[in-house]
T-cell receptor
Framework: DAKTTQPPSMDCAEGRAANLPCNHSTISGNEYVYWYRQIHSQGPQYIIHGLKNNETNEMASLIITEDRKSSTLILPHATLRDTAVYYCIIYYNFNKFYFGSGTKLNVKP | DAGVTQSPTHLIKTRGQQVTLRCSPKSGHDTVSWYQQALGQGPQFIFQYYEEEERQRGNFPDRFSGHQFPNYSSELNVNALLLGDSALYLC?????????????FGPGTRLLVL
């Protein structure tokens, strides 16, 4: 399983951008980077995914470094409702999702 | 459009018993994956079903088994329950096509084994 490394926790002020890093130095060329979040033991919620290029959707932006060994999830204007555990996952072609321990993001007023 | 649904929401069993959990995938999805999430940990992959067959399996004993029906819904069965099987069990659905594997999760079933 391709492994990821994330900080266990991060704080962010409400209204500011939250930048969540992820290291995935063993990623292969055809493996995707996926991000999910889990709010208070609900089912994980899909956020965004990418292969090589940076991606943006209504929830977040994903920045992948040129060597693809790390990525950053950006929540542009964090709100209290964004407080959750964020998981960075490497995935390819029906291989199982490996979640890891994730980053607990605390958004503070 | 209903998302992924799971039943029951909560369940209490005793050691040695057997349990069956159910999952209905998101409309149009044909692949179902099951995960176990112990308290304070990330979800761990149990297995994945596609075209009514187990396609991938994680590091779980044979006490964990599953089934997928022609309508793509799925069941997770756990035999001879242990205290350590207490967890949140998550179901996720996706398309069975390469490049469309984004998984969408249900709310989970919380199992407590006493």
């Amino acid at each position: 399983d391709a492994k990821t490394t994330q900080p266990p926790s991060m704080d962010c002020a409400e209204g500011r951008a939250a930048n969540l890093p992820c290291n995935h130095s063993t990623i292969s060329g055809n493996e995707y980077v996926y991000w999910y979040r889990q709010i208070h033991s609900q089912g994980p919620q899909y956020i965004i995914h990418g292969l090589k290029n940076n991606e943006t959707n209504e929830m977040a932006s994903l920045i992948i470094t040129e060597d693809r060994k790390s990525s950053t999830l950006i929540l542009p204007h964090a709100t209290l409702r964004d407080t959750a555990v964020y998981y960075c996952i490497i995935y390819y072609n029906f291989n199982k999702f490996y979640f890891g321990s994730g980053t607990k993001l605390n958004v503070k007023p | 459009d209903a998302g992924v649904t799971q039943s029951p929401t909560h369940l209490i069993k005793t050691r040695g018993q057997q349990v069956t959990l159910r999952c209905s995938p998101k409309s149009g999805h044909d692949t179902v994956s099951w995960y176990q999430q112990a308290l304070g940990q990330g979800p761990q992959f149990i297995f994945q079903y596609y075209e009514e067959e187990e396609r991938q399996r994680g590091n779980f004993p044979d006490r964990f088994s599953g089934h997928q029906f022609p309508n793509y819904s799925s069941e997770l069965n756990v035999n001879a329950l242990l205290l350590g099987d207490s967890a949140l069990y998550l179901c996720a659905s996706s398309f069975g096509l390469a490049g469309q594997e984004t998984q969408y999760f249900g709310p989970g079933t919380r199992l407590l084994v006493l």
